[in-house]
């Protein structure tokens, strides 16, 4: 079965940087749209970049400041965090979509498999 995990939260002051990856298996990993999502307390869970293999999609809160990335070869795709602010303290999550799954990449809905999150906190 498709498994997701993410790894590389953690306790950052402001102006600090992360990077967060993603491991998965059980899919056709170079085939799917790969997604990177967020859900801070009382929040719903919102779109931060996604990857179908011919560049990124972002969320305008992190344009310029964060950057996916993916490697083919290892199953394994990478959210870079620069610039990180307190608002962007949350729980991110990994997720992967078929290609074929129509729809917008920013919805969450169309995404069939998710990481167990990891935590970032972003300290003032």
């Known amino acids: 079965q498709v498994q997701l995990v993410d790894s590389g939260g953690g306790l950052v002051q402001a102006g600090g940087s992360l990077r967060l990856s993603c491991a998965a298996s059980g899919l056709t990993f170079s085939t799917y749209i790969m997604g990177w999502f967020r859900q801070a307390p009382g929040k719903e869970r919102e779109f931060v970049a996604a990857?179908?293999?011919?560049?990124?999609s972002y969320a305008d809160s992190v344009k310029g400041r964060f950057t996916i990335s993916r490697d083919n070869a290892k199953n394994t795709v990478f959210l870079q965090m620069n610039g990180l602010k307190p608002e962007d303290t949350a729980v991110y999550y990994c997720a992967a979509r078929h290609p074929t799954v129509p729809g917008s990449w920013t919805s969450r809905y169309q995404y069939a498999h998710w990481g167990q999150g990891t935590q970032v906190t972003v300290s003032s």
């Open positions: 990857d179908g293999g011919n560049g990124g």
